[in-house]
Each structure stands twice: as structure tokens, then as C-alpha cells.
């Protein structure tokens, strides 16, 4: 940081604290002219994209991923609280893995582990749909896949 006062770019941090605005204010100390000042910093989000199925981008959007989940659970047990609690730990780790680009299909594999854990019925539900279920046999499958896990 270069102090205002002087132009110097020796200086110390005395003293940090988060703003409600997730920025992070910074009380620095020039160490040439002793002048304080007060800095902010932000954390750059690189947006994240996702590939659906026919190849085109779209930006990132979890309140999609929640509105899926709402029609599966529809008439369960399943909290708010835990579907919320699901869809920001999906966004987290889409988020820590860094890249820029994620498909639908690997979203949707997310979601089906999440909810597996959570609800079965409302997992076939989201799988039945996610999965394009084209008959009878293959809602079978799925469901005995499930009663093996088990």
C-alpha cells in the first residue's frame, strides 16, 4: 500500500477488522512518515459458469439448484434449514475448486449425493427428473441401487 501522505510503500497493518459488507478494513501506519490511513479490502469473485446440456454457458445460479430441491422434497420431511445448508455447500465447493466452468451434469451428481443422505424419496424424486427416467425399469434400478446401498 502506498501511504497518501508521503507516497512511501513502507508501511505495517495495526489493526484488521471484517465490515458488514464482507471488505476487511485495514488501519495501516506509514513506516517513513508515520502517517495513518485507513485501507479496504474486498475479495475478487471470479464468476463461475455453468455448461448445460446443449453446450451453451450460463451464469451461476444456486437459487436453481434450491428450486429443484423444493419440488423433490415437496410433501417430506426435509427442513429449509437443511436444504439451505445443502445448496451453500454445494456452491462452497464449486466456489474452492477454482475453475470457471462446471456442468449441469456434475452439479446434479452434487446434489443427488446431498440428497441422498438427506431424503431418499425426495432423491429418486430429483433422479427420476435429473436422470430422464424413460421408463418404468429404469425408476427400478434406481431404487434398488438405493435398498442395496442399504
Do not use: W
Not at 56 to 75: A, N
Not at 116 to 131: I, T
Amino acid at each position: 500500500m502506498k501511504c497518501p501522505v508521503c507516497g512511501s510503500m513502507d508501511n505495517k497493518v495495526i489493526d484488521s477488522r471484517p465490515t458488514e459488507n464482507s471488505a476487511i478494513r485495514r488501519r495501516r501506519e506509514c513506516n517513513s512518515c508515520k502517517n495513518r490511513f485507513t485501507t479496504y479490502e474486498m475479495v475478487e469473485m471470479t464468476p463461475l459458469f455453468v455448461i448445460k446440456k446443449d453446450g451453451s454457458r450460463e451464469v451461476f445460479d444456486k437459487r436453481k439448484i434450491m428450486t429443484g430441491l423444493i419440488k423433490s422434497c415437496y410433501k417430506q420431511n426435509v427442513k429449509n434449514e437443511d436444504l439451505d445448508a445443502l445448496v451453500d455447500d454445494i456452491e462452497a465447493e464449486l466456489l474452492n475448486n477454482l475453475r470457471s466452468d462446471v456442468s449441469t451434469r456434475e452439479i446434479g451428481e452434487m446434489v443427488m449425493v446431498r440428497l441422498q443422505k438427506l431424503d431418499e424419496v425426495s432423491y429418486v424424486r430429483f433422479a427420476s427428473v435429473y436422470r430422464e427416467f424413460k421408463d418404468i425399469d429404469t425408476f427400478l434400478h434406481a431404487i434398488n441401487q438405493l435398498r442395496s446401498k442399504n
